[in-house]
């Protein structure tokens, strides 16, 4: 019998489904296996599993819930969102104009409109009324109900061009060229940082532990200490706005309209690489996954990085026809590369190519009648947000990425989504809504 560390150093190279056999070995390997205190095996595993899950960036259940329960929210979820379950819906009204962003995280999820407004709804009330698309006002953070209760000035006087959110502090960037933070649940602005130059087009907290957070501008990169309004570290270098962010415990990479991208290691905040100006017509889109970054063009480019060392694993111009990119995702444990673009804005026809990491080869492309605005990637499944107001779930693990489950929520554009185990929201024109699979 070997010894409990010996037991736990092993079980770090197994996934969930192997842990859980060998839980049944013998007693001790069930208490390695399950004991709260060895949840670093179900951590690794939770992360190789599912290195984008919107859980793992949650800050109020990562407080509440061990990641073995994670592994088995996620694992359940997936099963639920594949059957023929039936899957409830509410609408959430309040907002004048566009919402162009939205986040779900533990029990509320966040919208943020060029109208300037954050608005934040409950998750609970999906299905709570009698009709199964019943509207709801949801509760505004900004506009002259909730100026009231808050300091003076506390609305933004642009749109609103990005959120974040964690489950407790929400953030919104805007045309304004302020960054405002908000306690949802006590309802009050906690914070406000300026500097920028210019209009804040996205922002992204990298370090919850310290409290740091990074936007980017036309002026350069903020990494902010937002509790004290600090400005920590200015990174420069782009030629243009720098409309494109994303983040990870190692890496900040932005994407510009002076076609490129640049990448700094954190939390050194050293400059690492930047790549030629090959993005035509601007960068439209990134998304990042452990040492790798995709990139998409306003003209029909995608490209693939490795980030430690700034190469280009493979690159493609032709298989969107010139077409604006309208997203980009990296499935690393599933070796795929997903990629869209528009090919009409008059007829509404789009694109989706389904890319090998590995070889660079396009392994399926799709031509469909509607074009993708927005991906978020849970549990193997690919939900994307359409352009004939249809949420479309892709099955990655399937070799043809066959789409599993339609839903119809709106007449016009479905601007961005976002996955929370049982939980779906999306936005479009002036509302929210929120689905919950049961």
Known sequence: ???????????????????????????????????????????????????????????????????????????????????????????????????????????????????????VGKCKNVGVGSEPGQDFKSSVFSGTEFAKETEEGSVHAGSVFGVYFDGLIAGTCSEDRTIKLWHVLEKRIVAELVGHQGPVYRLELIDPEKEILVSCSLDFIGVWHWPSATLLHKLTGHKHDVHRLKVSNDYIVT????????????????????????????????????????????????????????????????SHIGALITAVWVCANENKFVSSSITSFQAGGGIICVWTIDSGECMQRIEENAYVNAFCYEFGLLFTAYSDGVIRIRDLYDEKNKVVREESLIKGQLYDVDVQGSYVVACGMNQTFCLKIK
């Open 255 to 318: 994407g510009s309209y002076d076609e490129t991208i640049r990448v700094w290691e954190y939390p050194s905040c050293e400059f690492l690489w930047t790549s030629p100006p090959i993005h035509q017509g601007g960068v439209s889109c990134l998304h990042m996954c452990g040492i790798m970054v995709g990139s998409g063009s306003a003209k029909g480019e995608v490209h693939l990085w490795d980030l430690p060392s700034g190469k280009i694993l493979f690159r493609n111009t032709k």
């Open 1 to 119: 019998e070997l010894d409990s560390n010996a037991v736990s150093k092993l079980m770090c190279f197994f996934d969930g489904s192997t842990i859980a056999t060998c839980a049944c070995v013998s007693l001790a390997w069930k208490d390695a296996a399950y004991n709260e205190d060895q949840d670093a095996i179900w951590q690794r595993e939770f992360i190789r599993a599912w290195p984008s899950s919107t859980l793992n960036k949650n800050n109020v259940i990562l407080r509440t819930l061990s990641y073995r329960k994670l592994w088995q929210t996620n694992l359940g979820s997936r099963r639920l969102w594949l059957s023929h379950a039936n899957c409830e819906r509410a609408a959430f009204k309040g907002h004048l104009d566009r919402v162009r962003h939205v986040r779900v995280r533990g029990k509320h999820f966040v919208s943020g409109s060029w109208d300037g407004t954050l608005r």
